[in-house]
């Protein structure tokens, strides 16, 4: 690692926001999406959940 290298403390937060998105049709004119986010604080021995990992997807249909 470079000089610029960031070291890990305990006690740090991390949170990590995903988004996907992609066609949800052939005419690639409509698109779907899904958000998650996790987040994380480093530990002596490695990190921890502040929130249980999301495990499911949820369909919430259009009207």
């Not at 049709?25 to 409509?30: A, L, N, P, Q, V």
């Not at 499911?56 to 009207?63: A, C, G, Y």
């Amino acid at each position: 690692m470079g000089s610029s290298a960031l070291k890990l403390k305990p006690g740090q937060v991390f949170a990590y926001d995903g988004f996907f998105c992609w066609y949800s049709d052939e005419t690639k004119t409509e698109t779907k999406t899904i958000s998650v986010e996790e987040m994380a604080v480093v530990t002596e021995t490695g990190a921890k959940y502040l929130i249980a990992p999301q495990e499911e997807l949820i369909l919430i249909p259009s009207k």
